[in-house]
């Protein structure tokens, strides 16, 4: 039995998707890869991302899905998939990980959570929009340029009732950001939002 849709908007979700290894950086440091799997599934299954911030080892999304249409889980397979596409193997691989075809890039599971009401949908893209500062890595949502923050600040505050469908590549996540400085990061996250 499916559940009824988000009384926010039609089928809002909040998703925390990881790496295997959380000591990994691989989610910058192969940004262009991870945009690009992006683009590719927003082409062949549409969904909207409300927000998004990517952090070293994790990241954190809302999105709306088409009326109608609960298959998140294809879209972050799809999306896991095609960017594990552009990595070699993880080393750190089970010999079960191996038989099955795995890379060993991302953990198996991801956190999903349905949106109920537009205080949880605002709250829920705070949290997204926050993940870098409780991580640790900035100290203002604005400073961290892997995030939706900025292009949430210019726009609406909600986006209840509009129709879902693929965002602007460049407004998800910009291409023109200053490169991170992976000798800057700390090596144990902060207790937040991601651990």
Known sequence: MRDSPSSHGPN???FTLRLAR???DALLRHITALRQAMRETLA?????????AILPDVLHT?????????????R?????????RHLPPAPHRSLRQIKRGEKGIWQRRFWEHRI???ADFERHCSLVHLSPVHAGYC????????SSYRRACSGPASSQGAKAGPLEEDAVLD?????????????????????
């Open 12 to 14: 809002s979700y909040f």
């Open 22 to 24: 959380r000591d990994d």
């Open 44 to 52: 062949r299954k549409p969904f909207r991302i409300d927000a998004i």
């Open 62 to 74: 809302v999105w709306t899905l088409p009326p109608d249409d609960t298959d998140y889980g294809n």
């Open 76 to 84: 972050i397979g799809m999306w896991k998939g095609r960017f594990s």
């Open 116 to 118: 109920r009401d537009p």
């Open 139 to 146: 100290d203002r949502p604005e400073a961290w340029p892997y």
């Open 175 to 195: 291409d023109d950001v200053t490169p991170l400085n992976h000798a800057a990061l700390p090596v144990t996250p902060l207790n937040g939002l991601h651990s």
